[in-house]
């Protein structure tokens, strides 16, 4: 299991911030090409204007996942002319869990060393071997943190009592492979929240989607724009001004969710949503039931909406949904506008 799984891991950085203010990339391994480089820069916040001081933060950029952990230093170390510093780890998963607990122990190791030599070492044997143990500075398993548990981190449940029945926006959004995007002057509020929407649609166990840190630069949003759905996260309220860039927008300050006026008509509701939309509160109400088995309610609706839909392909020629076999049905309109939009997404509909 290690084996496959130390594979994720890409590539381990440094950034310096010194006693003259300045900031730097000073050291990676084995490389990281200048346009990622840039990302990871433009997301430290030692290079970023504002006082805000951010621990860990994770994104996506061009199909590779980092993860930042930065620490202030404190005297005396054997880093005398360094003030702050980041490492950054670069990988093919998502696993913010696992990433943070591997970053603070080579935080330590820099701290006490002065030299990325020794973070160089731990790096290469979680590499190869999924370990990384060292008495002064904890020890490392890969095999402690399983994908699931990075899925199941974040809590359904806040998300339903924030939002409520309009949780079913969302719900329609993702099944939908629409494109939301968050809004929140704060990362922390915005990594919460944003990691936890892939799971109202557990059956794809997708989060590739999620994209929880991006900025309004051409690079990254052309980096987006090649993704047909995602949830997007943002900190510059002027994304609320970018149409092109969203069919739901979520302003998370305010708890309002807003439907784009071309995404009017895919996203239209009906019966079907507003009993989707009731189970969702009811399970994520119940103070009985865990976020793990709110996933699970809602997944199991989301498997007969599923199996239904796959039943009226399975009666079509080719397997494949038409509107004009929708429409024989005699749905409600605004059932069979979803079923059709859902097949698209699921590739279910002969074009």
């Known amino acids: 299991m290690a084996a ?12 310096e911030k010194d006693v003259n203010g300045d ?25 970023q204007d504002s006082r805000d001081f951010h621990t860990f933060v994770f994104g996506q950029f061009c199909r590779t996942w980092y993860y930042i952990t930065t620490v202030e ?39 006490k060393h002065g030299s990325p030599v020794k973070m160089m070492e731990a790096y290469i044997t979680v590499l190869t071997k999924g370990i990384c143990q060292s008495d002064e500075n904890g020890s490392f398993l890969i095999k402690d943190y399983d994908v699931r548990k990075a899925y199941l981190a ?5 998300v339903v009592s924030q939002f409520g029945l309009e949780t079913i926006i969302l719900y329609t959004a993702l099944m939908l492979k629409r494109r939301i995007v968050v809004h929140h002057p704060r990362i922390e509020a915005l990594l919460e929240f944003t990691r936890v929407l892939p799971a109202l649609t557990w059956h794809r166990k997708d989060w590739s989607i999620l994209h929880p840190y991006v900025h309004l630069t051409d690079t990254e949003v052309e980096d ?46 009906g019966k079907l949503h507003k009993d ?38 399975d009666e079509c020629e080719d397997s494949k949904i ?9 749905f409600p309109p605004a059932t069979e506008n979803f079923l059709f939009h859902l097949a698209a997404a699921e590739q279910l509909l002969r074009i």
């Open 4 to 15: 496959t799984e130390t594979q994720f891991m890409l590539s381990v950085g440094l950034i």
């Open 23 to 47: 900031t730097l990339w000073v050291w990676c391994y084995p490389s990281v090409d200048s346009d990622l480089r840039q990302v990871l820069l433009s997301k430290c916040c030692l290079t």
């Open 73 to 111: 230093v404190q005297e005396p170390t054997a880093l005398n002319k360094v003030t702050h510093f980041s490492i950054v780890v670069t990988a093919k998963d998502f696993n913010p869990e696992k990433y943070a607990a591997l970053s603070r122990i080579l935080c330590r190791m820099y701290i």
């Open 154 to 158: 974040g809590s359904v449940k806040d």
């Open 224 to 269: 987006l724009k090649k993704c047909p759905g995602y949830v997007a996260g943002f900190v510059d309220p002027e994304v609320s001004n970018r149409s092109d860039l969203f069919d739901v927008f979520v302003n998370l300050p305010d708890s309002v969710i807003t439907v784009s006026q071309s995404a009017k008509e895919a996203m239209a509701m």
């Open 276 to 313: 989707v939309g009731h189970l969702i509160v009811q399970s994520a109400e119940d103070a009985e039931r865990s976020d793990s088995q709110v996933i699970k309610d809602i997944s199991v609706k989301t498997k007969e909406i599923l199996a239904n839909l796959v039943a009226l392909a």
């Open 322 to 330: 038409t509107l004009e076999g929708l429409k024989q049905r005699h």
